[in-house]
């Protein structure tokens, strides 16, 4: 194996980053590969320096659904934008269940290397964080936030709409301008 490759128990972040260019809006950002350990490939964009934040993309969408943010975000973060298996560029032949996705996180967390993580979910990347929380547990969470997500509970359905003063993000200012036209307070 490549000393270059970050490895977790057979998974791993894949050698070969290169600058993307896809999207003006995503200018600085490379893109990057994640291997599984059940040997998917998920792609990933990546800018920035400092404490990890990874961004988790809605249902049918993938990395790019972040451009008008992640940009921003990148300025106070180390920015991940992770694609979900089953969109965009990452392949999912199996396992493209919310607690594969759950485990898919937790396996990305582990790979990069951080002792913590912020966690930023839109639509079906709340309940890809909710899943993660449910099987991993919240020690590797620094901060979290989610956007208009779901959870099931007690046989309901709860929608949560969240302000991104939720959990410590009020000082960001790229949150404070750009998330509260999508978000109110619980």
């Avoid at 809605?58 to 300025?75: C, H, K, V």
């Avoid at 991993?136 to 956007?147: A, D, H, T, Y």
């Avoid at 959870?151 to 949150?175: C, D, E, M």
């Amino acid at each position: 194996m490549n000393s270059n490759n970050i490895v977790c128990e057979n998974s791993r972040i894949l050698n070969g980053a290169v600058p993307y260019t896809k999207n003006p809006l995503m200018e600085g950002f490379t893109e990057n590969y994640f291997e599984t350990k059940d040997h998917i490939k998920l792609r990933f964009l990546h800018k920035g320096e400092g404490m990890p934040l990874i961004l988790i993309h809605g249902g049918i969408d993938d990395a790019d659904t972040w451009m008008l943010n992640a940009p921003d975000f990148s300025e106070y973060y180390s920015v991940y934008s992770l694609e979900l298996r089953g969109h965009g560029k990452s392949v999912a032949s199996h396992g493209a269940h919310i607690h594969r996705l759950g485990a898919d996180l937790h396996e990305f967390i582990e790979a990069i290397g951080s002792p913590k993580v912020n966690l930023c979910g839109w639509s079906m990347g709340c309940s890809v964080i909710w899943s993660y929380i449910e099987i991993f547990g919240q020690e590797k969470i620094n901060k979290g936030l989610v956007l208009a997500g779901h959870v099931w509970t007690a046989g309901r359905l709860l929608i949560l709409l969240q302000s991104p003063a939720i959990h410590g993000f009020r000082k960001v200012p790229p949150l404070q301008k750009r998330l509260k036209c999508v978000s109110t307070e619980v």
